[in-house]
């Protein structure tokens, strides 16, 4: 059991029809036919909606994506057509909303690993896999991979585990095709972004990418892209493999989730409890960190 600790109400919007609500973002459907991505400041965790939000973090992550969209534009679309904010939209959307084409999501989380963490890390040490691919020996939590590998999962409801899958398995769910398009660019994308991370001082571990097909059958990348959210990003000095590494992320939430200061079990099918003031200040700054590192502009 696990999902949403209080599932929110979606805000009316006059022209709009909302058309779902998940983790962390509200989706609306214009008159045109556009899609229209609002991101909220809900953080998840362990599968769960958690019920505190962290100020700010829609607008952190939507100014985020646009930026890395910029720096892709030339070896990839997106699907991105306006930042502009509906008529009659809240003014709080402003700066976290994303007008967007309407696309054929293809059901992949595409993964690019560049170095051995998380779900990865506990396939290899028990196969020296990950997702079927053989890795070399020797390798510890935080190494880097001999090259960028394209390990995808299938995606998964709300409150559901995404569950790691081969490359043959891709193949057979959207044809062979579909499956080399989606492999060779998520890991050009991987490779542009970690070198871009990297001038700045940021080791991008790993991040997953969601792609669409245009009316057109073109590819195009879409969702969030290259956040904290979607993505393991390290600082580079601190980088040492064989322990956990730190990072620009919730890692402040997990550990407090998991610290008997919480008093919760997430074996448990209890929710989660509201997140203390220091957690949230923390976490607040590491998202605004990332994107100033990352951009090189100081957050307004």
């Not at 999902?3 to 029809?17: C, D, H, N, R």
């Not at 939209?89 to 989380?109: F, H, K, N, Q, Y």
């Not at 590998?149 to 095709?177: C, L, M, W």
Request: net charge negative.
């Amino acid at each position: 059991m696990s999902g949403f600790v209080e599932k929110p109400e979606p805000i009316e919007v006059p022209g709009l029809v909302h058309l779902h609500t998940g983790k962390v973002r509200e989706l609306y459907q214009n008159e045109a036919g556009d899609l229209v991505m609002v991101a909220s400041d809900r953080l998840s965790a362990f599968d769960w909606v958690l019920p505190t939000e962290i100020p700010d973090k829609g607008r952190v992550l939507t100014q985020l994506s646009l930026w890395w969209f910029d720096q892709l534009a030339d070896l990839i679309p997106n699907h991105v057509i306006s930042t502009e904010l509906p008529e009659g939209a809240p003014a709080d959307w402003a700066g976290r909303t994303l007008v967007c084409r309407s696309l054929r999501m293809i059901p992949v989380e595409c993964v690019a690993r560049g170095y051995l963490t998380g779900s990865g890390l506990a396939e290899y040490e028990e196969s020296r896999t990950v997702c079927g691919l053989a890795l070399p020996e020797g390798l510890t939590d935080g190494s880097e991979l001999p090259a960028p590998i394209f390990t995808p999962a299938t995606k998964a409801a709300v409150g559901e585990h995404d569950e790691n899958v081969s490359y043959e398995e891709v193949a057979r769910q959207v044809g062979a095709e579909t499956a080399a398009q989606l492999r060779q660019s998520t890991l050009a994308v991987y490779s542009r972004a970690r070198d871009v991370a990297r001038d700045r001082g940021i080791i991008l571990a790993d991040t997953k990418f969601e792609f669409g097909h245009d009316e057109d059958g073109g590819l195009i990348l879409a969702d969030e892209v290259l956040t904290p959210d979607s993505s393991r990003f390290w600082p580079a000095a601190e980088w040492q493999p064989g322990r956990a590494q730190p990072s620009y992320d919730k890692q402040f939430v997990r550990d407090w989730l998991t610290s008997p200061a919480s008093g919760w079990d997430r074996r448990s099918e209890q929710p989660p409890p509201p997140l203390p003031q220091e957690v949230v200040d923390a976490t607040r700054a590491k998202y605004i960190e990332a994107y100033e590192l990352l951009t090189g502009t100081a957050w307004s």
